[in-house]
């Protein structure tokens, strides 16, 4: 059974910084891409950043390129999204997700983490 469990969302004030972390099991993801996700209250969920487990090439969405890295750990099967430079836009609940093997990082992704909320106060 696949599972993908995040954490690291918190409350921290604009200008600072969080890392969050998903942690993968129930299947091999050396051919996946990795998705970071967020959804703010009324809006979309939109594709913030991801990766690929197999050469580690990442996307980032305009709105955090710069500020935010995604990285990853082979051995802890662990995918981390690190957000600096954090702006109250940035508010939303925050997801992980997996693609399929040997799909770009744009999508699709067919599994998803519970999401970590992310607060960013003015």
């Known amino acids: 059974q696949v599972q993908l469990v995040e954490s690291g969302g918190g409350l921290v004030q604009a200008g600072g910084s969080l890392r969050l972390s998903c942690a993968a099991s129930g299947r091999t993801f050396s051919s996946s891409p990795m998705g970071w996700f967020r959804q703010a209250p009324g809006k979309e969920r939109d594709l913030v950043a991801a990766?690929?487990?197999?050469?580690?090439?990442?996307f980032y969405a305009d709105s955090v390129k710069g500020r935010f890295t995604c990285s990853r750990d082979n051995a802890k099967n662990t995918v981390y999204l690190q957000m600096n430079g954090l702006k109250p836009d940035d508010t939303a609940v925050y997801y992980c997700?997996?693609?399929?093997?040997?799909?770009?990082?744009?999508?699709?992704?067919?599994?998803w983490g519970q999401g970590t909320q992310v607060t960013v106060s003015s």
């Open positions: 997700a997996a693609g399929p093997p040997y799909s770009g990082v744009l999508g699709p992704y067919d599994y």
């Open positions: 990766i690929r487990w197999r050469d580690g090439s990442t």
